[in-house]
């Protein structure tokens, strides 16, 4: 499991963030409402963004 992925290829960026509510295709925003830097996103939206997709392969 690669443990750095493209930036700006996020995947997880296809859902939203369930951790700072930015809408699908939108980078994360910290508390600040400033854009995470490298276009990373918070590891909770990669981890919603995984079991979704775990879950349609799954079907
Ligand atoms: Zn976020």
Redo the contacts with the bound molecule.
Sequence with gaps: MARREPTVHNRALMIA??????VSGAL??DKRGRR?PDGR??Q??TAAYNRRTTEAKTR
């Design positions: 963030c369930p951790h700072c509510e930015s994360c925003y995470l996103v918070h909770r939206r």
